[in-house]
């Protein structure tokens, strides 16, 4: 079999995705027309020929831009349900998505319209295609902790369907350290803990998300490799890396595959995962990440199956929902 149709169909795990970085933009324009919105572009190939970043900010300002068109808990339904029918077809079998409620109660949309829409979508998802799911609240760090906390309480109501909350958004000049006080909130409120971190910020950021926050994952986490005691710490405490190498290509943190330092992070013998953040905007879905960074690494089949056993062992599932899937993942290896 070749090495591109066994990662196609290898049973795999996402745990780094904004469900708002699933927009395509055909959805987009379908869903602005009936909402009556406007799109700064005339058509979807003028769209996509936007999709061209410098930097993590000038792609989080035209994601903010498209998700202005979500109104309706339909429109939530509708794009989460798109993304699951996607996802299905690459045997993703397990999905931890983000979703970022300040994006939208900013704009005068309800909290309770958009995680109703996502929620019957990842039920309807979990039922008719086999995906389970975790939700994570993320909360946008360019806001202050003040706005974290309004969110963090609007969540309450829906504590048995979120899981974790999270850190995303402008990383450079918003450190971990401003959300201390209301991630020891949600920590006491049983929500588990992960935040991007070192992105395009430094490796003081890791500690910090790890040392002050008190996560248990790290998102990206790419320039955790400038720092020998951090990779040690990360290494012993097995603390997952939820890596994204079409976004960090997109997003210039890195200038090639070829450099991706996936190997090296392997041999230091971090717990690293591959993830798609916002393959709407990225140029791919999880199949498309394996295979570039196969590709451009020459990765064995054998280290796929490792970086795809990685996904569920970093996972939020229980002990007995890992061992179930791990198992799975084992059987589709031997008979491929
Ligand atoms: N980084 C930070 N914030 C984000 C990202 C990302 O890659 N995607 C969506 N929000
Ligand atoms: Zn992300």
Same mark, same amino acid.
């Given at each position: 079999m070749l090495l591109e149709e066994f990662i196609r169909g290898i049973p795999k795990a996402e745990l780094h995705l904004h469900i708002e970085g699933t927009f395509e933009p055909e959805l987009m324009f379908e869903i602005a027309k009936r909402?009556?919105?406007?799109?700064?572009?005339?058509?979807?190939?003028?769209? =996509? @020929?936007?999709?061209?970043?410098?930097?993590?900010?000038? #792609? !989080?300002?035209?994601?903010? /831009? &498209?998700?202005?068109?979500?109104?309706?808990?339909?429109?939530?339904?509708?794009?989460?349900?798109?993304?699951?029918?996607?996802?299905?077809?690459?045997?993703?079998?397990?999905?931890?998505?983000?979703?970022?409620?300040?994006?939208?109660?900013?704009?005068?949309?309800?909290?309770?319209?958009?995680?109703?829409?996502?929620?019957?979508?990842?039920?309807?998802?979990?039922?008719?295609?086999?995906?389970?799911?975790?939700?994570?609240?993320?909360?946008?760090?360019?806001?202050?902790?003040?706005?974290?906390?309004?969110?963090?309480?609007?969540?309450?109501?829906?504590?048995?369907?979120?899981?974790?909350?999270?850190?995303?958004?402008?990383?450079?000049?918003?450190?971990?350290?401003?959300? =201390? @006080?209301?991630?020891?909130?949600?920590?006491?409120?049983? #929500? !588990?803990?992960?935040?991007? /971190? &070192?992105?395009?910020?430094?490796?003081?950021?890791?500690?910090?998300?790890?040392?002050?926050?008190?996560?248990?994952?790290?998102?990206?986490?790419?320039?955790?490799?400038?720092?020998?005691a951090l990779v040690t710490e990360l290494a012993k405490r097995q603390i997952p890396l939820t890596l994204c190498p079409l976004s960090n290509l997109e997003l210039q943190v890195i200038k090639n595959l070829k450099d991706y330092p996936l190997k090296k992070m392997m041999e230091h013998h971090l717990l690293v995962t591959l993830n798609s953040d916002d393959p709407a905007y990225f140029g791919g879905y999880m199949t498309e990440n394996y295979v570039q960074v196969a590709r451009a690494l020459n990765l064995s089949k054998a280290e796929i199956v490792i970086l795809v056993k990685n996904s569920f062992k970093a996972s939020w599932l229980t002990a007995e929902e890992k061992a179930q899937k791990l198992a799975i993942v084992d059987n589709y290896a031997n008979v491929n």
């Open positions: 909402n009556e919105k406007k799109i700064n572009y005339s058509n979807v190939q003028e769209l =996509k @020929n936007a999709y061209k970043f410098n930097n993590l900010q000038e #792609f !989080l300002d035209i994601y903010y /831009a &498209g998700a202005n068109v979500l109104i309706e808990e339909q429109d939530f339904y509708d794009l989460t349900w798109a993304y699951l029918k996607k996802i299905k077809a690459q045997h993703v079998i397990h999905t931890e998505i983000f979703f970022d409620p300040q994006t939208h109660t900013d704009r005068g949309v309800s909290f309770d319209t958009v995680i109703r829409g996502v929620h019957r979508a990842l039920e309807d998802g979990s039922e008719q295609l086999g995906i389970s799911y975790k939700l994570i609240m993320s909360f946008l760090r360019h806001l202050d902790e003040a706005s974290a906390f309004k969110t963090l309480e609007q969540a309450m109501p829906y504590k048995d369907w979120i899981v974790g909350v999270g850190l995303d958004s402008s990383e450079l000049g918003n450190p971990p350290s401003k959300f =201390k @006080n209301v991630f020891t909130k949600a920590r006491e409120e049983g #929500f !588990l803990l992960t935040a991007h /971190a &070192g992105e395009e910020g430094p490796a003081e950021y890791i500690w910090e998300a790890l040392d002050v926050l008190n996560v248990i994952r790290i998102d990206h986490g790419n320039r955790c490799l400038d720092d020998t």
